[in-house]
Structure formats: structure tokens, C-alpha cells
């Protein structure tokens, strides 16, 4: 919140500079990307009562899509609440005007992971990272690999203690991956996926 | 309307049928003229109770006749005089479309259009991009020259 | 009829005994499961947080080989794989644009055109026959269910039980003889793949639904979903740093009660593999044990 | 015809100036048919129209064309002209060579052609014009009136008074509908039962009103002025010409848990029962559903269960048997006022693209009610004699949550529209509740508020400012029971923050919708109703109060959410528009209408599905010795109302729309 009063002024100019052009604005851009129209949210805050990570975002999820709403870009991509999102899907189940705020979050995280990569969360950006590697290499999750992966990235190192031990004597974790026939298959998935994006 | 390159496209002036509602376009094109909105000298109207009443045969009697271009005018979708008269017009003409293909007319010279009682500013507008889009395309000469031939 | 299996990663491995449980119920209902040759991730959490498209190609891959397979439907019992699949065929349904892109990325001959269900979708539409093979009711027992967030969210995937007042899970466990207790958390999000990035998070919501579940008088919580069983079992020591008293909240997999119920074999049903122990429920279900309790090859 | 006269119109300098008026005579007189044709300066003056009398009786005219202004403008003018001159009104007509020629155009040579195509197709149109009269069709001149809230009451009585006979039917056992359960009312908290008692009274005991009350429409036939209408009288079990209204009967009757309607199941009632004591008539009725007697009959029990009430009535009034009974009533003109029911927030919704809150527990958690039941929380002579007191327990709220647009506004639970009212009866219930319970705190959700009318904003903000009712501004996520108070799930959008209340009592302000039944009701009168069930007007803006099918008017919350005040003037516009049509015993109407060559009709019926009016009928052909030859399509000249939509889909041309016949339009289009 604090930086908010530094960047404002700025935001300001941008955000009016935006209002003229409506086809080449921010909201627009997301309406392109996302196929949802912003407009949509009338601005209840039932999505944000019901958020179970409500309380440990800064911004809510209606204020996020109020953002949007405003051409703030910056505001919103600066700020890391869209990576608190669990995607747990109870603010679209609830929209009373049929918005899907939680594809809406989904999407911004991509946009934001394009352009300003490096505002996401450096942990969950790299539970992500680790995670994709995962499938691309082996085709599935193989977990020590990902739990490894992602301490390598995150820099948490064993900081919050998996039980690894107890994972492991309950036969819970494995120590060798085990790679799909298919992998040529699902990198190349990916590839146009990413190809995709790309454009 | 900007002149065009051809003479023989210049000099060509459209003859342009309009099948309009009684009550709505018909009231729009009087309000053009309260207004003394300048437009196109091209098109003659020939009013209807509503677009329920327009006849698909109309239209290719009017080209048969030697018109150039058709416009068909009513009110707007919720806002039908007969509540429901524009909608099965609408439904019709959507069938319509491709007979006329069939009949050898270029569905680019029919324009269709609502124009509700205050929108004599829309009506000008519908009659000078008609009258330009039919000069652009030329008179319709099909049925003249195949009447000529048989 | 043959019902097409896709494990997912989890149970392939940290939650093997989601898988075995499975095996077991189903083996003993009398349902034919047909593992999806050479399956794929589904991409998850990650997928869809990150790259739209791929987070339907991926699943879509699944789904077309399931088709090669010939089956007309599959269960996916982790509700991320099931959330993910039945996402991915929805859109593909509802988006002609994005299908054939898909398709074009897959290179497959695919008509999305196979049924995605989960877990307690399966087993409420195999009551007759689970009843039929209930051997050893749990009576007396006291069981939250634990729906979570992906099972019936939101409505116009998943669509197969209310969404805000879903009541497969309650009947597959009255059926195994046990008594769903009323509580309000039932629907709450555990924390989902934040298992790892967020721990606090996790150990905050978790904390919230075992709290409610001990106060509604559940015994047992009965999960459909390894996220949320891992997130409930393996962080319960974390969140009882934070209460007065350990909470020592068995929590089970929907598969293991039922096997519990069938008398199928603790080792099959994996229970030993939880962090917290489900002895308690286990005694229970012995001492209603029939005499001759049958093992379960 | 062959003797046709042009008469061309300068307006002044109007026309004159840019069209060639007297070019425009001269071509149009060289016209096969056209015997006359002249121009003048200005047609409609008295001396231009002395010009085609004189010219209709000099030349034998049976035909005018009048090149001029617009023919909304002078056609009734010039067709009175030739009328008076001796011929029919229908073979004048107008080309419109002023709005449509000379006022939109410079050219002079181009507008002076423009002219004469203009009037040439109407010379061609003209020659197949025929004399039409006008219709008349007769009028009752008595009203029906379905519906006996405000609405239907002040339609009936401001009828009745303004000298013409009604009916008023009414399907619950009394008139007064939802108002009658109201405590007080906005924006001037008067008291809603002593307001509307006396109006009651004066239906019941107008000599002009004929009251039918638990009584339904059954069939509607006819059309303006001549609608034939069966009414089912229900059975009361009482016979009323006896009943005295002493209410013994209610006394003794062993059946006394039963929920009561009136008082929104908040209090009880017995079998047989008046629903409240206001009521009008004052005559009980039977619920057969819950009494013994009948419950036993429909076992086939040997001995009637019980039977005190007829022991104990000491006019010998009730009557076991009686059966629903049939009535037809002869009426000119019909008002729709069946007003409203409250959205539920259940799972079972009486619409599939309704459905409940299962956010809010589906109606399960005890300590949320809806407005009408904290209306009758409110009221005095309701079931807690006008304390607030929570239903479980009866303990007085401390906390009041009030949620808004519940239902509306919510396009996921099924509807769009905002219900236009609960802004207002919510702010109402704040302060009948800050008055009443000291201490208590009122807290609303709200999206907006809604508050247009007079003295409606600063109502609300009354509520606000002076009754202490803190408005937070979001949705509720969610709600559920934790042991004696109800947790509620909100967020302030306002200021960020999460609002999580624990309430004693949740009021929820659901939508408005209209009553179970109204579609099949629309069906029976041929009115058009939109897709959440409400009658639709015929013009949202310059005929609210009609429907589309002539004769048949709309009044109250059936049209759409209604306050008392929107109500009640809509009532008095439906009676006036009413006493204007029975203001003359004959209705006249343009003879443009319909008709069908039943020579060629196929009876394919495709008219009978197109017509907007329902104004095609079949209808049986039949021999001399009555045998059935065909079935074929009839227009209904009464109803019809002109459009011509029958005729462009007849695909044996068997349909002809007066005045607008293929005959004339394909004659104006070969002028072309
Ligand atoms: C909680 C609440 C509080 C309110 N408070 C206020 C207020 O303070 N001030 C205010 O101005 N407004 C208030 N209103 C609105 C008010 O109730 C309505 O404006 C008014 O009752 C509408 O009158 P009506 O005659 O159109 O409909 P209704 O009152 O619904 O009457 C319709 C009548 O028609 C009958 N009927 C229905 N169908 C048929 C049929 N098929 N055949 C025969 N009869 C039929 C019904 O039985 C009923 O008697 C409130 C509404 C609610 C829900
Ligand atoms: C900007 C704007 C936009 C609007 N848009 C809409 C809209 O989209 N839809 C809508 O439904 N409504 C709209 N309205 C509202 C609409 O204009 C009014 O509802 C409507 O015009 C009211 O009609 P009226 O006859 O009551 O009053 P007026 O239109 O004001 O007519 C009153 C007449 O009485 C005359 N008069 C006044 N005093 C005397 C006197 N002492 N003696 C004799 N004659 C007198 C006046 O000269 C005037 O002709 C709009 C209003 C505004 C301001
Ligand atoms: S619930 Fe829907 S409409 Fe309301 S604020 Fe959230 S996204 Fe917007
Ligand atoms: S999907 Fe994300 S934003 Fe929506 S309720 Fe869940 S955590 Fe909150
Ligand atoms: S008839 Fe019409 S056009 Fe002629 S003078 Fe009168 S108003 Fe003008
Ligand atoms: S006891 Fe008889 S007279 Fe009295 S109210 Fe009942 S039915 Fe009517
Ligand atoms: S018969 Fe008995 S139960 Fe029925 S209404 Fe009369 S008193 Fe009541
Ligand atoms: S009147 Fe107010 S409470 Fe009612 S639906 Fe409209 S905005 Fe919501
Ligand atoms: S559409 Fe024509 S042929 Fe068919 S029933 Fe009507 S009038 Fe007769
Ligand atoms: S003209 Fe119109 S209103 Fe009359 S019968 Fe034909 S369709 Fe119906």
C-alpha cells in the first residue's frame, strides 16, 4: 500500500491517457487475451467475501477487475494478489452476474508472466516453473524431482520441511522419475502452446 | 457523391424502390423532410401498414419494374407498431436473401435498415449510402436484357 | 462397462493408496477400470496459471486417448485432474475456435466426446452395488465430507451434484454404514497446490475446516482428492503448533472408508501411509468385523 | 375505375419552390384514367378543397389523388372533403411530394420528376382502390377485473364509479392482496391496513361491483367490446348467501397448526378460516387439503371424521358438498391485475431457469425471512402483535442483517431485472425496527440504492442518518448457522474490508416475480408476456397501461415490480381508458383490416401462427346439410389491426389486407 502514493501520480496520467482510446486500452487488451468481458463485473464484492485468500491479499479480486476496469495496469501488475489466487473457483460459482473472476485472475497471471514476469512471486512463479519442467521432461510430476526443482529455484531451502524422511518411509516419495512413451508428444504440445502464446 | 472515374457511371442515376412501414421509417422519412434534410433524389417510397406486409415478390417486381436498388425500412426490432409484424418480416427476408441470389440479383443492391419515427438523420443516411453503393454497382440491367432476348 | 482410469501423478505415487483403495472398491463393485495407456499430466495448477492453452492441450491429449482406447467415459479421482479434464472438454464444447486449435496442436483424430467424472460422482452412481458388498458397516462412525473446492465447482463443469449443497459424498459414506455429521466447511478451499509455495496459507485454511469438522463431531474427515488429503494429513502437525490441543483428525480417501466398509485389507487400502493415524477408525471397523473377515486378494 | 382527378398542392413557396407544380398537373392529367388535374396553391385552405368538391361533382370523379404534404398530415382532411363531396372516404388518397420530395431536395428538375413518379404510383394505386365502411362493433359496457389487490380494487372502483358495471375476481378467499399484509407503507409510514379496509369495503358494498372471490378465470373468448368469460367459482364448503361471518365455526375447528398465507407461515390458522379478520367478503372457506372431513372422505372413511363446524354453525351455512361452479360473464373490456410473488430462495423454484441460494443454505436455516414476513413481524395485528421477535426462539434480534437484490439483479440465480421496491421497504423495515427495538442494530447490504420517486431518497437517507441503519456496500458471499447466530460472509467494497457479521436475523429483499399461473393466464387472453412472466404493455412509453390485444389492459406488479403509488395509478389510467372506450355504445374502426378469399384458402394456417393479434380463426365450412367440407382461416375484423403480416405469408394469396391489397401495391410498384 505504501508504494501506492509514490507510483500513483504516474498511474494517474497513464490511466487517462488510456480512457481516450478505448480499443488500444488495457481493458480491451485483457478482453482480447482473455475472452472475458471486464465490464461484466458490476462490483459487488461477493467474489471477495467469499475468497478464502481474501484476507492476505492487498487487493481484493473485485478490486482487481475494478483495475482492469480503469486501464491500471501497472497498478495491478505490480502487485503479487493474483498470485494468491487458489483458483478454488468459489468466487465464479457465486458471481451473480456470470462473471468468471477466477478465469479472469488465470488470465492476468499469464499476461502478467509474459510482461512483467518477475512481479510474480518469486516462490510460486517458481513452483510453477518447477512444475511445467516436470511434465516437459517426464510427461508427468514425478515429486522428489519437483520438490528439488522448485527449493533449487525458490532459494527455500528445506526451510518448511516437507518430511521428506516421512514421505519417503511411507512410501510416499520416489526417488526415480518415470518418463511416458509419449514425452516427445507432450513436448511438442508445449512448444506450440508456448508458439502460441508467442503470437 | 464523389465522382467517379467512368462517365458512363457518373451520368448513371439510380432508380431506388423504398418499402417502408407506415409507422416508423415512413414518420422517420417525414421527419427528414420537417427537417430539410438534403438528400439523394433517388429513391421513392411506397408506403406499407408495417414490413409484416412486404412481399419478397415485391421487391423483384420493383427490379423487374427497373429499379436499380431496394431499400426496406421498418421499425426497430422491440419497437414494432403490430409488436410482432418486423420479426416475422425479418425471419422472411432472412429466408429471402438467398431467392433473390437466385433471381440474379446482387443481394448488395437491397439494403435493410430499421429507421424509427425520430431518426430522419438515419434515413438520410440510409438513402445516400444506398443510392452510392447501387451507383458504384451500375443499373441493374439483367432482366431488361434477358426480357430483350426473349 | 469398461470406465476409463486416469490416476494422475499423485496417486501414481504419493497417494498410492488413493489408487490402491480405488482398485480394491472398484474390483470388488464389480466396475471395470481401464487405465489410460500412456497418460499425461494434466497440467494442473500450474498449467492454467500459466499458459491457457496448454492447460486444455494437455488434458485434450488425455481425453483423445481415452478415445483411441474406445472409452466413453473416465474417472480422474484427484479433483485437480478431474477440475483440469472436465474444464478442458467444457471449453473445447463451448469454444469452436479453441478446439480446433487444439486439435491442430494435437495432431489427433478427436471428437471431445468423452464423459469426465471423479471420484464420488463414480462411486454415488455404484450404490446398489457397494451396498451389496458392505460386509463391515461403520456404525457409530462420525465422518465430515470434505468436498473441497474443484469437485462440484464451478457449475457448469463439474454439474453432476449441487454445488453448494452437494450430497454424493454423504450418500456413499451412509452407505458404507457411516454418519456424515452437518458442517459448514465442507465446501472451503484446503489451499490446493499451494501445498509447497505457501505453507502458511495451507496451514491457515487447513486449520479452519479440521476446527469445524472436530466441532460438528466428525471422527474422520473423508476426502476425495490427494491435494486435499495431503494438505489435511501431512500439514496436521504444522497446524496443531497453532491450536490447544492436537487435533488428531484421521482423514481418509472416500475409497478407503468404503474398503474399510468391504472389508477389504488395511494394507491394500493403504492405511498405514497416513501421517495421521487412522487406527481408531480401523478398530472400529474390525469390531463390527463379521468372523470371518474375508482378505481381499 | 377511370374517372380519377389530380390535384397538386404549392404549399406557398413550400413545394412550389423547388417542384414544378404545374409540370407535375400536366403529366399527371396525360394519365389514362386521369380526367382532371390541376394545381393550387394551397390545397387544404377552404377554398382548395372547395376546388375538389367542385371538381368531384363537375368532372364525376370516383377517385382523388391530392399531391401534397404528408398524409399524416392532411389525409383524414382531404377524405372528409371527398366524403362530403359525395364519394368514399377510401378512394382519396395522398402523394407525399412536400416531407418526402420538395423539402429534401435542391434540383428543381429532379424533384419536379421525383413529384410526378410519386403521384403516378398513387394515380395507378388509386384505380383499384373499392369504398370500404367503417366497422362498428358493438360494446358491453361492463368490465372484468382479475385480480383484487390495490391494483384490481382501484380499477374496479374508479370503473364503477365512473358509472359502468364490473367483476371482480379474485382467486384467494379475500380481496386486498399483497398490501393488505403490509405493516406500514413508504415514503409516508402510514399504516397499510387502515388505508386499504375501507376501499374493501366500498368494493364489497358498491352496487356496480359484482365480487367473486376464490374464484378463477377459466376461458376468455370474443374481442373488444364482446368478450364472453367463464369464471370458475371454487367451492368454499360454505354456502355464502347464509354465512353471517360470526366466525363460531373457526372456534371450534380441531385443525388449528396450520401455516398461515396471510401471515407468511409466521402464524396459524385453522381449516376452515377467513384469511385475516379484515376480510372481504367475511365468509370462510374450507381447506379441504387440511380438513378431517375431507382428508377421511378422500380415504373413503365409513363415518366423516369431524364435523364441528357444521354443529356448531348456527345458520346452517356450511355445505360438505358443494361443488366448483361455472359462470359466464358478458364484458367489453378486461384488466389484468394479478400482481406478485416473492422470489424463494429454495432449491425447488416453479422455473427451471430460477433457482435457489444454496450460498444461503437453500431456505434451511432458521432466522432468515423475507420481506413479507418481517412485514408481518412489523405489523400489529400480525402473529407477535408488533414485536420484532425472531421465529426459532422468539427472542428479540440485537443484530438485523438486511441483504438487497436477492433474486434480482442476478442474472447466475436467474434473473436480470432489478425489482425496483426492496430499496425502499428495506430502508422502511430499518426504521420500523430502530423504533421498536432498542439497542438493535440494522445493518443492509446493498449494491445501490435505488431510491427514485418523490420523497423516496430522502426516505432512505432518513433511515441512514437518523435511524442508525449502517448500509454496507457489497454482496454476501455466504451464510450458515453457528449455534445461535447466523454468520454472514460480506465484504464493504467501500472501504476493503471484509465484513463478517454475526447476525441474529437475516431479512432477505428477494425479487419480485409474478404470480404462479400468469402465463397460462396470458395464453387465455392472447397478451404477450416477457420472459420472466410479466404482461407486457403495448408501448413501454405511450401506451403502459394497454396490451396488445385490444380490449385487455394491465395493471399493478403483474406488469412489472410495482409500489403501491405506480400501482394505483396505473388502476386509474386502465379505468380510464376503459370508461373512454364504453363512452359510446358502438365502437368504430378503420375498415383497413383483413379479409379472407375462403374460396382459396388451403387452411394451411400459417396466417393463424404469424398474426401478432391472434385475430385469425378457423373456421368450418360446411354444406347445406351440414357436413364438414373444409376447414379454412377467417379474420376476426375486431381484432384485426391491420399489419398485413397474414397476407405476405399466405402461400395460396388467399389473405388480403384492405386498402393495402396486392392488387394496389403491385399497380403502384408497375408504375415504377
Ligand atoms: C416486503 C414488501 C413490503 C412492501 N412495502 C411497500 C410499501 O411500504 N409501500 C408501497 O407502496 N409498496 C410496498 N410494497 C409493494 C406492494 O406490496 C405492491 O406494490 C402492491 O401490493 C401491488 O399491488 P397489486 O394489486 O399489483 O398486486 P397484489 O397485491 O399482489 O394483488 C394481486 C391480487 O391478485 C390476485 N390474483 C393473482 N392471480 C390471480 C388470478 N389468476 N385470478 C384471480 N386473482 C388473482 C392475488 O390473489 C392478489 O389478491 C411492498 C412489497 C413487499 C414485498
Ligand atoms: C435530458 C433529459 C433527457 C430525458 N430523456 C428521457 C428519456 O430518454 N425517456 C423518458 O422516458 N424520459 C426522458 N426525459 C423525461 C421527459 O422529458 C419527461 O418525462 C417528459 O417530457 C414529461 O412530460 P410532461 O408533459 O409532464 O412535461 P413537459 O414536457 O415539460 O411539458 C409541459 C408543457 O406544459 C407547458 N406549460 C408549462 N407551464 C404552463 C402554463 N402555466 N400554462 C400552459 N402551458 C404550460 C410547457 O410549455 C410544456 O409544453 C428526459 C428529460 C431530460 C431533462
Ligand atoms: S462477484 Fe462477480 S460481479 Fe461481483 S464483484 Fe465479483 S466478479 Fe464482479
Ligand atoms: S478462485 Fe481465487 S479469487 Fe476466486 S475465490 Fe478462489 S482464491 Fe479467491
Ligand atoms: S395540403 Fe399540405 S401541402 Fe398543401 S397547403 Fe396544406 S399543408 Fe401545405
Ligand atoms: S359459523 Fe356459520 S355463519 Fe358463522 S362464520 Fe362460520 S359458516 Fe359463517
Ligand atoms: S369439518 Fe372439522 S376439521 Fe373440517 S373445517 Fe370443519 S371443524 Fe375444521
Ligand atoms: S430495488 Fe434495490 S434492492 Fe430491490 S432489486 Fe433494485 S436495487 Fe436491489
Ligand atoms: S395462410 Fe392463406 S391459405 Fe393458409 S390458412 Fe391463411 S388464408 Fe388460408
Ligand atoms: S392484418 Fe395483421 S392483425 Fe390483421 S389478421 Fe392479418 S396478421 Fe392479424
Redesign the interface.
Known sequence: MEKETASGESENTSASAHHGHAEESFRSEVRQAIGLNPAKCYQCGKCSAGCPMASEMTLMPHEMIRLVQLDRRDRLMQDESMWLCLTCETCTARCPNGFDPARMLDGLREMSLRAHGENAPRRIQAFHSSFLDQIRSHGRVFEFGLVFAYKMRSGALFDDVLNAPGMYFRGKLKLTPHTIDGVDDVRRIFDACMAEEER | MAAKTSTDKASFKP?I?AFVCNWCT??G??L???S????A?NV???????T????PL?II??FE???DGVIVSGCHPAD??????NY??RR?FAVARDVFGFMGIDPKRITFSWVSASEGGKW?EVVNDTTARVQELGPFSAYREMEARV | MKIGYFPGCSLDFSAKEFDTSLQAVATSAGMELEEIKDWACCGATSGHATNHLLSIALPARTLALAEEQELERVVAPCAACYSRLATARHEMAEDKKLFSKVTGILKRDFTNSVQVMNIAELLRDNLPAIKEKVTHPLKDLKVACYYGCLLVRPPKVTGFDDTEDPSSMEEVCRAAGATPVKWNKRLDCCGGGFSLSRTGSVIRLGKEILEDAQAAGAQAVVVACPMCHSNLDLRQKAIAEQTAKPLEMPILFITQLVGLAMGISEQILGLNRHFVSAQPIIAKATVKALPAAREEA | MSRIGVFVCHCGENIGRTVDCAAVAQACGELPGVVHSIDYKYMCSDPGQALVKQAVAEHKLDGVVVAAC???MHEKTFRKTVANAGINRFLCEMA?V???CS?????RE??TQ?AI??TR?IVEKIKHNVPLEPIKIPVTRRALVIGGGIAGIQAALDIADGGCEVVLVEKEPSIGGHMSQLSETFPTLDCSQCILTPRMVEVYQHPRIKLMAYAEVDKVEGYIGNFTVTVRQKARGVNASLCNGCGECQKVCPNKKIASEFDAGLGKRPAIYVPFPQAVPNIPVIDRANCALYKGRARNAKKDACKKCEEVCGRKAIDFDQQDTFLTEKVGAIVVATGYQLYNIKKEQDKEAISGYGEYGYGTIPDVIDGLQFERLASASGPTGGKILRPSDGKEPKTVVFLQCIGSRDPAKGIDYCSKICCMYIAKHTMLYHHKVHGGQAIVFFMDIRAGGKGYDEFTRRAIEENDALYVRGRVSKMYRDGDVIKVLGFDTLSGEPMHIDADMVVLATAMRPQPGIESLAQKLSV?YDRFGFINE?HPKLRPVET?TAGVYVAGACQAPRDIPDAVAMASATASKILGLFSASELEREP?VAQVDQGTCAGCFHCVR?C??GAVEHFEVKDRKGNLIKTVAQVNKGVC?????C???CPSKSVE?QG?T?QQ??A???A?
Request: hydrophobic share 35%; aromatic share 10%; charged share 20%.
Open positions: 432508380r424502390a415512413y414518420t422519412a417525414d427528414a423532410g420537417t430539410r434534410l438534403q438528400m433524389p421513392r417510397i411506397i408506403r406499407l401498414p408495417c409484416g406486409r412486404i412481399d415485391f417486381k420493383a419494374r427497373g429499379a414494432c407498431h403490430y409488436t410482432s409484424g416475422h418480416a422472411r438520410a | 404528408s398524409p399524416h407525399n412536400r416531407e418526402h423539402w429534401i431536395h435542391e434540383d429532379e424533384a421525383k413518379d410519386l404510383f404477450s403495448a396488445n383497413l404469424v401478432p393479434y389491426q391491420g399489419c398485413g403480416t397476407q405476405a405469408n389486407l393495402f396486392d401495391i403491385f403502384a410498384i408497375n415504377f
